[in-house]
C-alpha cells in the first residue's frame, strides 16, 4: 500500500517547520511514508490554494491513501500507522473540534484515493468560487456539504479530537497528534519545542528523566 503526507511550510513560518518537520520525517520514514512538503503562503491563500489542492489531487491519483496537515501539526506517537486509524470501510476520515463552537477541524484528514474520494476531491477544486470567501474556506464547505448533502457528507467520516488531530489544552502522553491551532506563532514554537522535548523519537512511554521539562499544554 502507497501512503503519502501531504504537508506545508511558508518563510514567516521557517522557525516552526525547523521542528515539526523533522517529526513529519521521522515518522514517515519510520513506516515507510512519501512525505511531501511544498511552500503554501497563507497570507495570500486565494491565490495559492488550487495550485495546492492541484499538486494534492495529483499525489492522491498516485497513491492509495493521502494523509494532509498543516505546519503545526506533530506525531506524537510514532507507534500509531495511518493504516490503523482508517477503518477498511472509511472514505474520509475528519476530526471534530473540542475547544469552541465550531464543529471540525479540517487541517489533518485521510483520504482514501478511490474514485468516489477522488470526484469529491475534484468537485472541492471545482467549488473554489463558492468557498473563496467562507470564514475557513474548504473547512467551512465541508461543514456545509456534510450537513446540506447527507449522500455526498457520507464519505466523511467524524472521529474524535483525540483520535487525530489533538489541540495542545487537551493533549496527554500516548495521544497520536497534536494540532497547534488558534495559537499565535510564538506560542506554537515554543509548544513545538516543548513537545520536541518530550517525545523522543515518537516514543510514547516515558524513559528518559526529564529536568523542568514539560509540554506547556495549559
Given at each position: 500500500?502507497?501512503?503519502?503526507?501531504?504537508?506545508?511550510?511558508?518563510?514567516?513560518?521557517?522557525?516552526?517547520?525547523?521542528?515539526?518537520?523533522?517529526?513529519?520525517?521521522?515518522?514517515s520514514?519510520?513506516?515507510?511514508?512519501?512525505?511531501?512538503?511544498?511552500?503554501?503562503?497563507?497570507?495570500?491563500?486565494?491565490?495559492?490554494i488550487?495550485?495546492?489542492?492541484?499538486?494534492?489531487?495529483?499525489?492522491?491519483?498516485?497513491?492509495?491513501?493521502?494523509?494532509?496537515?498543516?505546519?503545526?501539526?506533530m506525531?506524537?506517537?510514532?507507534?500509531?500507522?495511518?493504516e490503523?486509524?482508517?477503518?477498511?470501510?472509511d472514505?474520509?476520515?475528519?476530526?471534530?473540534?473540542?475547544?469552541?463552537w465550531?464543529p471540525?477541524?479540517?487541517?489533518?484528514?485521510?483520504?482514501?484515493?478511490?474514485?468516489?474520494?477522488?470526484?469529491?476531491?475534484?468537485?472541492?477544486?471545482?467549488?473554489?468560487?463558492v468557498?473563496?470567501?467562507?470564514?475557513?474556506?474548504?473547512?467551512?464547505h465541508?461543514?456545509n456539504?456534510?450537513?446540506?448533502?447527507?449522500?455526498?457528507?457520507?464519505?466523511?467520516?467524524?472521529?474524535?479530537?483525540?483520535?487525530m488531530?489533538?489541540?495542545?489544552?487537551?493533549?496527554?502522553?500516548?495521544?497520536?497528534i497534536?494540532?497547534?491551532?488558534?495559537?499565535?506563532?510564538k506560542?506554537?514554537?515554543?509548544?513545538?519545542?516543548?513537545?520536541n522535548?518530550?517525545?523522543?523519537?515518537?516514543?510514547?512511554?516515558?524513559?528518559v528523566?526529564?529536568?523542568?521539562i514539560?509540554?506547556?499544554t495549559?
Amino acid at each position: 500500500m502507497k501512503i503519502s503526507i501531504v504537508t506545508d511550510t511558508s518563510d514567516n513560518i521557517k522557525e516552526l517547520s525547523n521542528i515539526t518537520l523533522p517529526n513529519k520525517e521521522g515518522y514517515s520514514s519510520r513506516h515507510g511514508y512519501i512525505l511531501h512538503c511544498r511552500e503554501f503562503n497563507y497570507e495570500r491563500f486565494n491565490e495559492f490554494i488550487l495550485d495546492h489542492m492541484m499538486f494534492t489531487l495529483d499525489v492522491m491519483k498516485s497513491s492509495d491513501v493521502v494523509m494532509t496537515c498543516g505546519a503545526d501539526v506533530m506525531f506524537t506517537n510514532w507507534n500509531i500507522k495511518i493504516e490503523d486509524v482508517l477503518l477498511f470501510n472509511d472514505n474520509i476520515l475528519i476530526a471534530k473540534e473540542n475547544t469552541g463552537w465550531w464543529p471540525i477541524n479540517n487541517d489533518v484528514m485521510i483520504w482514501r484515493c478511490n474514485p468516489r474520494v477522488i470526484a469529491f476531491y475534484e468537485r472541492l477544486i471545482n467549488d473554489f468560487p463558492v468557498w473563496r470567501n467562507y470564514p475557513w474556506r474548504t473547512q467551512a464547505h465541508l461543514w456545509n456539504i456534510k450537513q446540506e448533502e447527507p449522500k455526498v457528507g457520507s464519505i466523511m467520516r467524524l472521529v474524535e479530537p483525540e483520535v487525530m488531530n489533538q489541540h495542545p489544552s487537551k493533549w496527554q502522553l500516548g495521544n497520536w497528534i497534536i494540532h497547534m491551532y488558534n495559537m499565535d506563532i510564538k506560542s506554537k514554537v515554543t509548544q513545538a519545542m516543548a513537545i520536541n522535548n518530550v517525545i523522543t523519537n515518537g516514543n510514547p512511554v516515558w524513559k528518559v528523566e526529564h529536568v523542568n521539562i514539560k509540554p506547556q499544554t495549559a
